[in-house]
């Protein structure tokens, strides 16, 4: 079971032991009854020991480590249930331990515990403990906390963000979902950035939508690249660009998230926090941004001298991607139904060549409509999807994609098919 699945559960539990525990007397507890809360105890100490270990090993990119941190909030869960019937044994305490536990991965970075206890040399970028169920358990801590909304609170809901919410719901319902399914895959690779520096989840997943739907390799006409679509100057002054083997980071999702953090960071600073003028800057221009707030003497973007000030693509772009960030925080409230996927991250080596538009036609698309193609590219921004790829290639991919290559990818009917159809040539049809 997910982890975060683990939650509603867990907390029903609690809610049970609480009645329970209100009829407790505080007399004191026999030796048979303290020796039940003492092996009660010890069971989560053991299953809190399990969840820590799985984090390491998620760190340093081993499959086997998703699976055992649910295993580990399951076992919690259990002690959880056991406490509930045992006279003497604290339910707060024991959920106690297991919300920190849920918080443990909500700051990698500022986490001495898994850096002290990851190997050397896999800090930074090649983290990979950030699997999609360790970010879904910190974002269920975080909504027991009730901050789950705060960008509710710092953007305007009008007429112009409406319209936005029609246009995704409408003509745009499909690359709105598009969007979500793409972001999922990404999300262990972007969203850290976003939380350590306070910014809203919902605004990365907005502007993801607006600029290129969640597609890494998206190049727009006047040069713009990436999954949040840097201009090239833009994105070299916040470290974005050749890496010195020919890849330009602006198509890396960690990279590209990183640089948008600073980048907005800055223009918060420079614009009162107002994420609306921010969004203006990201668009149309940081100078402009500043020019036209300075001179309106501190007034926000909705005001009828600021707005005018910037370009239709503009105006249009800042409240497009406030709707998309309210449809990312309330889709039940508009009756939409996001795409469930299967995100876990892991690392897939080729046990025989093959690029990824054979991976593609070998995988097939099952649980997902369109296929594995664009979680594929996205994972792997430096590989074209023609590239002939050599055995004992490492691929980032989710445990899916994984299984699906062990079963269809190296031998059978289907992997024989994709690699027919991927080494045909055309012109040999014409005699």
Not at 145 to 152: A, I, K, L
Not at 161 to 187: F, H, P
Not at 245 to 271: H, I, Q
């Amino acid at each position: 079971m997910p982890a975060q699945h683990c939650v509603p559960r867990l907390l029903a539990a609690v809610l049970g032991a609480a009645l329970l525990t209100m009829s407790v007397d505080a007399t004191a507890l026999s030796r048979r009854d303290q020796a039940a809360v003492d092996a009660i105890t010890a069971r989560m100490e053991a299953a809190e020991t399990a969840y820590k270990q799985a984090l390491v090993k998620m760190g340093n990119a081993d499959p086997a480590g998703s699976g055992e941190a649910d295993k580990a909030l399951e076992d919690m869960e259990d002690v959880v249930a056991a406490c509930s019937g045992q006279r003497g044994c604290s339910v707060p305490s024991l959920l106690s331990t297991y919300k920190r536990l849920l918080k443990l991965t909500a700051d990698i970075e500022g986490s001495d515990l898994l850096f002290d206890e990851l190997p050397p040399g896999t800090a930074g970028h090649h983290i990979t403990s950030f699997a999609e169920d360790v970010p879904e358990a910190a974002r269920a801590a975080a909504l027991l906390d009730d901050d789950g909304h705060r960008f509710d609170r710092m953007v305007q809901y009008n007429p112009a963000v409406q319209e936005g919410i029609r246009r995704w719901l409408t003509d745009m319902r499909g690359a709105l979902l598009t969007s979500y399914e793409n972001y999922q895959y990404m999300r262990h690779l972007m969203w850290p950035q976003y939380e350590r520096a306070g910014l809203p989840e919902a605004l990365l997943f907005g502007i993801l939508a607006k600029e290129s739907n969640g597609r890494v390799h998206s190049t727009s006409r006047a040069g713009a690249a990436g999954p949040l679509q840097f201009m090239y100057a833009t994105g070299k002054r916040f470290g974005l660009g050749d890496d010195g083997t020919g890849f330009d980071t602006r198509y890396d999702a960690y990279a590209a998230s990183e640089a948008s953090v600073s980048y907005l960071n800055e223009r918060m600073r420079e614009l009162n926090g107002n994420i609306e003028l921010a969004l203006a800057a990201y668009n149309g221009g940081e100078g402009r941004a500043l020019r036209v707030y300075q001179g309106a003497g501190g007034k926000g973007f909705w005001d009828a001298d600021v707005y005018a000030q910037f370009p239709p693509e503009t105006r249009d772009y800042v409240p497009m991607v406030i709707a998309a960030a309210w449809l990312f925080l309330h889709p039940d409230e508009y009756g939409l139904t996001l795409p469930k996927v299967d995100p876990k991250p892991v690392q897939l080596r080729l046990e025989q060549p093959a690029s990824i538009y054979q991976l593609t036609i070998c995988l097939g698309n099952r649980g997902v409509r369109e296929g594995y193609m664009r979680a594929l590219r996205n994972y792997n921004p430096r590989y074209q999807a023609d590239d002939r790829l050599p055995a004992g290639t490492i691929l980032q991919a989710t445990t899916r994609i994984a299984g699906l290559y062990k079963r269809q990818c190296i031998r059978g009917p289907r992997a024989d098919m994709a690699r027919e159809l991927v080494a045909s040539e055309p012109g040999r049809a014409i005699r």
